[in-house]
Nanobody, 114 residues
Framework: QVQLMESGGGLVQPGGSLTLSCAAS????????MGWYRQVPRKERELVAD???????NYADSVKGRFAISRDNTKTTLYLQMNMLKPEDTAAYYC????????WGQGTQVTVSS
């Protein structure tokens, strides 16, 4: 199991930007497609972006063109650059493998509000 620790969330105004980081321990990170997920109360966790070991990316339609996922395999760290944030982006953000099969971290809260 890899341990995951998300950071970088906060309160931001609509149209603002944030960069999330996910520090991963363990060897699984370097050979796994990784993803950023988000969850709001009473709703299921949704995958918003994923990235393969080689750097190929996919995005949910709701964030395409605004979010950018990246990874540093030497630092075993995953990133999510979020631009043009909207109130509907408000959620707790988590990282995990594309299968969501590692223990979930605490997440980092992103609140978009004026």
């Amino acid at each position: 199991q890899v341990q995951l620790m998300e950071s970088g969330g906060g309160l931001v105004q609509p149209g603002g930007s944030l960069t999330l980081s996910c520090a991963a321990s363990g060897s699984i990170f370097s050979r796994s497609t990784m993803g950023w997920y988000r969850q709001v109360p009473r709703k299921e966790r949704e995958l918003v972006a994923d990235i393969t070991v080689g750097g190929s990316t996919n995005y949910a339609d709701s964030v395409k063109g605004r979010f950018a996922i990246s990874r540093d395999n030497t630092k075993t760290t995953l990133y999510l650059q979020m631009n043009m944030l909207k109130p509907e982006d408000t959620a707790a953000y988590y990282c995990n493998t594309i299968f969501g099969n590692q223990n979930w971290g605490q997440g980092t809260q992103v609140t978009v509000s004026s």
